[in-house]
């Protein structure tokens, strides 16, 4: 079973930088396409940011060149770098491993990123 636990969230001001951390445990990391999403209060979740089992990345539009998103099968961990950050960034950030092969997702159970102004 695979669990993902997330860390690394908290309270950071305007233009300041965070690092978010998400812990594989069980499974394959290297075979999963593994994902960022948030979800602010009031909306829908987002995805952030892609990383493949390539090394392939792709980012929303809302936090290209400010966001980067990396991983470490070594440690079964996936990374999301957080600069030049905006109070509209303030959500829940959730980490999502993707088996393509199997079609299942796994969710952790989410980080609070807060941005004050």
């Known amino acids: 079973q695979v669990q993902l636990v997330e860390s690394g969230g908290g309270l950071v001001q305007a233009g300041g930088s965070l690092r978010l951390s998400c812990a594989q445990s069980?499974?394959?990391?290297?075979?999963?396409?593994m994902r960022w999403f948030r979800q602010a209060p009031g909306n829908q979740r987002e995805l952030v940011a892609t990383i493949a089992t390539s090394g392939m990345t792709n980012y929303a539009d809302s936090v290209k060149g400010r966001f980067t998103i990396s991983r470490d099968n070594a440690k079964n961990t996936v990374y999301l770098q957080l600069n030049s950050l905006k109070p509209e960034d303030t959500a829940v950030y959730y980490c999502n491993a993707f088996r393509l092969a199997l079609g299942r997702d796994y969710w952790g159970q989410g980080t609070q990123v807060t941005v004050s102004s």
């Open positions: 069980g499974g394959v990391f290297s075979n999963n396409i």
